[in-house]
Nanobody, 119 residues
Framework: QAQLVETGGAVVQAGGSLRLSCATSGFAFNNYAIGWYRQAPGKDREGVSCSTTDGATYNGEYLKDRFTISRDVANNTVYLQIDNLNPGDTAVYYC?????????????WGKGTLVIVSP
């Protein structure tokens, strides 16, 4: 049974950093693209960052500078480093796996981890 478990969410002050983790199990990690998504209160879910099966990484259009995704193959885990947090980053952050080269959010999802950024 496929599982994705996000951890690392916290309440942080603006300007701080966080590293979120997405621990996976129950599927062939190397054959799946893993993406991070977020949903802020009252807003639609948006894609944040994607780690593809061929080793590439992509960020959302307006999220290029402060978000870094990385893949730990040995531990079947994907991380999201967020730097210089601002209140606009407050959201539930989810990871998802796709049996594809790229991230589409179609196969498996975690339950999310909450990030709150105070001014």
């Amino acid at each position: 049974q496929a599982q994705l478990v996000e951890t690392g969410g916290a309440v942080v002050q603006a300007g701080g950093s966080l590293r979120l983790s997405c621990a996976t199990s129950g599927f062939a990690f190397n054959n799946y693209a893993i993406g991070w998504y977020r949903q802020a209160p009252g807003k639609d879910r948006e894609g944040v960052s994607c780690s593809t099966t061929d080793g590439a990484t992509y960020n959302g259009e307006y999220l290029k500078d402060r978000f870094t995704i990385s893949r730990d193959v040995a531990n079947n885990t994907v991380y999201l480093q967020i730097d210089n947090l601002n209140p606009g980053d407050t959201a539930v952050y989810y990871c998802a796996a796709d049996r594809e080269t790229l991230c589409y959010g179609r196969d498996y999802w975690g339950k999310g981890t909450l990030v709150i950024v105070s001014p």
